[in-house]
């Protein structure tokens, strides 16, 4: 394993000396540390497990209302797509969705059915 200077910057490795931190609680920092770097390597778009790589609000619904109907979520399992997303669950293959109060262009609209029967459904405005 590396040092702890060749992995921390010089004034973090100096504040750790000087507060006396030290064997479990360096490796436990410095592992955090990577840990969290790689995370943030990995450039992976927040909510990656539910949109994958959708870069459009069409696909976002898409992949969304998939990933609702696979794991019965009936309700929002994310950040908003758009400027309003509504979602929507039922029996029937077009369920309503909430809407917005004001005028929007609708930019995503899917629907998926569960192995259940039920459908799913997610809208997106801007």
Known sequence: MATLSAVLPPKVSQWMVSKGVEGSMRKMLVLGLLLCSSAVASNVPYYGAVWQNAQT??????????????????GHVGPNIGNFEGVGWGYSSRPAT????RAMRLTGDAVAQSSNGSWYRVRSWR
């Open 57 to 74: 609000d069409q696909a976002r619904c898409e992949a969304e209302a998939r990933y609702m109907a696979a794991r019965g979520i009936r």
């Open 98 to 101: 909430c809407t917005p109060g």
